[in-house]
T-cell receptor, first 114, second 111 residues
Framework: DVKVTQSSRYLVKRTGEKVFLECVQD?????MFWYRQDPGLGLRLIYF???????EKGDIPEGYSVSREKKERFSLILESASTNQTSMYLC?????????????FGPGTRLLVL | GDSVTQMEGPVTLSEEAFLTINCTYT??????LFWYVQYPGEGLQLLLK?????DKGSNKGFEATYRKETTSFHLEKGSVQVSDSAVYFC??????????FGSGTRLSIRP
């Protein structure tokens, strides 16, 4: 069974804190993605990575950075959290053969920034 | 740019009712089209997909047909169950090789 796990289901942080969201996949997938999900806006792509140490900006990268030091792990970093980053964050992965569309999603991390 | 528009929810139906969730798209070229489903407390799962015009994707009793002439990919099911309650996302594989998601439609089925 394919598995994408995210380090936390719920997080509460204060404005200005540095926040790390971790995502791990056990499928040996090359591609990994971070989205945020907001009511009425669907999913919006923050960053993605095609390989270790590679990263590409998505549609809304401002205020975020990422790290991919190992193939199975893709981290999303909020350098200085702000209240407008309160959201649900979803990680996904896919194989190069499968194409970008065959993405497998983790359960999500609901982040509240106070 | 590429975009997806789907009907706003929430949609509430009785068990065994017929379901349609409308989805239209704007894209250059001929993108692949998808429906993803998100059950409560879970991540998204691919429900079905179609990769070219007139293709019909199907899974778990759901169907959607890729209509190039109307740029649509409406999701249908003949008889819904309580277990179909979820949020449904229409999506397309864009020319930039990314997935563009619609805003989602929440479906609730009454017993």
């Amino acid at each position: 069974d394919v598995k994408v796990t995210q380090s936390s289901r719920y997080l509460v942080k204060r404005t200005g804190e540095k926040v790390f969201l971790e995502c791990v996949q056990d499928m040996d997938h090359e591609n990994m993605f971070w989205y945020r999900q907001d009511p009425g806006l669907g999913l919006r792509l923050i960053y993605f990575s095609y390989d270790v140490k590679m990263k590409e900006k998505g549609d809304i990268p401002e205020g975020y950075s990422v790290s991919r030091e190992k193939k199975e792990r893709f981290s999303l970093i909020l350098e200085s959290a702000s209240t407008n980053q309160t959201s649900m964050y979803l990680c996904a992965s896919s194989s190069r053969q499968g194409g970008l569309e065959t993405q497998y999603f983790g359960p999500g991390t609901r982040l509240l920034v106070l | 740019g590429d975009s997806v528009t789907q009907m706003e929810g929430p949609v509430t139906l009785s068990e065994e009712a017929f379901l349609t969730i409308n989805c239209t798209y704007t894209a250059t070229g001929y993108p692949s089209l998808f429906w993803y489903v998100q059950y409560p407390g879970e991540g998204l799962q691919l429900l079905l997909k179609a990769t070219k015009a007139d293709d019909k994707g199907s899974n778990k009793g759901f169907e959607a047909t890729y209509r190039k002439e109307t740029t649509s990919f409406h999701l249908e099911k003949g008889s819904v169950q309580v277990s179909d309650s979820a949020v449904y996302f229409c999506a397309l594989g864009s020319s930039a090789s990314k997935i563009i998601f619609g805003s989602g439609t929440r479906l609730s089925i009454r017993p």
